[in-house]
């Protein structure tokens, strides 16, 4: 049966990670359509494209809904039999998303749903925004970021029957990792675990110098050096995303 996964998330919130582990933990021929390139950039057109705006007309949300399901018909005309397929959903509007699902899906979707802790998340985006520190930046991210933690708390319920994975805890805990990977069906293994992605050039901080050792990466203190080499930006995260933040992961700052 076609059942494609959609892993949703920030950028620099380890989703290419989350990727690469989950893909050969569920099928051994799994097709990950991030790295695919004509049958990615499909999805992407339909999934991703101007899904990113705050506030769509519902003509807008009608048209994406036509191309969400002329993108999936295809990726199930053209998926092997009995292979499972994969893909990132980087930034999406969740609304729009859920909306496509419930009235339109011509499948059934795995939706797994990735948070990072708002202080190491903060850190890697801006460092991978080669530190361009501006309101803006700030202002983008924090409403991003809201959203996804909403929905992850339970406080709007967009995505149905959707996986929460908390980077924190998926990073350090083996016996949380193989809940994740019965959860979606798949045979735990934990390989891949020690890769990291060449996807947006690797780690913010440490590209891929730590490649078949990502475990040694220390990607839960990102906020250390960060905050001690611009400290006044602890300021400009929003206020509500502390407070969402803690909620799920608990206060990790020891400042």
Same mark, same amino acid.
Do not use: S
């Given at each position: 049966m076609f059942n494609p996964i959609l892993i949703s998330g920030m950028p620099r919130s380890g989703l290419h990670a989350l990727l690469g582990w989950i893909k050969v933990q569920i099928h051994p021929h799994a097709i990950d359509f991030t790295n695919n390139g004509k049958k990615y950039r499909i999805l992407? @057109?339909? /999934? =991703?494209s101007k899904l990113k705006k705050t506030h769509l007309k519902r003509a807008e949300i009608y048209q994406l809904k036509r191309r969400h399901t002329k993108a999936l018909a295809w990726l199930k005309r053209n998926t092997p039999n009995k292979k499972? +397929? =994969?893909a990132i959903m980087e930034q999406v509007n969740l609304q729009v998303l859920s909306e496509f %699902?419930? %009235?339109e899906a011509p499948c059934k =979707? +795995? &939706?797994v749903l990735l948070m990072r802790d708002v202080f190491n998340q903060y850190a890697s985006f801006m460092t991978q925004k080669l530190r361009r520190l501006g309101s803006r930046e700030s202002k983008d991210f924090s409403q991003t970021y809201r959203k996804y933690a %909403?929905?992850?708390l339970g406080k709007t319920e967009y995505l149905e029957d959707k996986i929460l994975v908390k980077y924190n805890q998926w990073f350090v805990d083996k016996s949380y990792r193989k809940k994740i990977i019965e959860k /979606? $069906? $798949?045979v735990f +293994?934990? @390989? &891949?675990l020690q890769q990291v992605p060449a996807a947006g050039g690797g780690s913010s901080f440490d590209k891929q110098y730590y490649q078949h050792k990502a475990q040694e990466m220390k990607v839960l203190e990102r906020w250390r050096p960060f905050f001690k080499e611009y400290p006044n930006c602890l300021g400009n995260i929003d206020s509500k995303c502390i407070e969402l933040s803690n909620q799920i992961f608990g206060n990790i700052l020891d400042i």
């Open positions: 992407r @057109a339909a /999934l =991703i499972r +397929t =994969i %699902e419930r %009235e =979707i +795995t &939706n %909403e929905e992850f /979606l $069906g $798949g +293994t934990d @390989a &891949n």
